[in-house]
């Protein structure tokens, strides 16, 4: 008879324990919106990242190489295109499509708002000021096929070519 009033007791606890958890952690749960400066950038091609230095390599008597075009030219490159404006960004191992925006946003090259989903990764929203709205949305496409997973896990390789495309579904 005990037993039976002990072991009802610690279920009790810890459905009590668990509810008390669960309503806790709830607001982590909740979409989360990351906001992103919106800025629009002319459309040229700039190294993003600081661990490869610029060659010195000089195609003229005016200036190098890597300095006029801002790039180091032996590094991997992904590149990203959003209508009519392409950029580059330099590409490194286990680079997300994510990644590369933030690379470029961070350059001021690029802008997007998103919103993160537990679990689900990001979702972009929003790109250089145009949302998606009436049926419409931002489609991922890489090198030229539409993307079967989002832009968070999306695993990119050296000379990949990340499109959005403004469509309806």
Not at 78 to 88: P, R
Not at 102 to 127: D, P, R
């Amino acid at each position: 008879m005990y037993k039976k009033r002990y072991i009802s007791l610690f279920f009790a606890i810890f459905v009590i324990v668990g509810a008390v958890v669960f309503f806790a952690l709830s607001d982590d749960r909740a979409p989360v919106a990351q906001e992103i400066a919106v800025t629009k950038t002319p459309a040229v091609v700039e190294q993003v990242s600081q661990n490869i230095p610029k060659q010195k390599e000089t195609t003229g008597p005016d200036r190098p190489q890597a300095e006029r075009e801002n790039v180091a030219t032996d590094a991997p490159m992904v590149t990203l295109a959003v209508g009519t404006s392409s950029h580059e960004t330099s590409w490194h191992e286990g680079m997300t499509v994510i990644d590369a925006m933030k690379a470029l946003k961070n350059a001021g090259m690029l802008s997007f708002n998103s919103k993160e989903f537990l679990g689900l990764g990001l979702f972009v929203e929003e790109i250089s000021g145009k949302k998606n709205a009436d049926g419409f949305y931002w489609i991922l496409y890489i090198n030229g096929e539409k993307s079967g997973m989002g832009a968070s896990q999306t695993i990119l390789a050296p000379d990949d070519m990340i499109e959005w495309k403004y469509e309806s579904r």
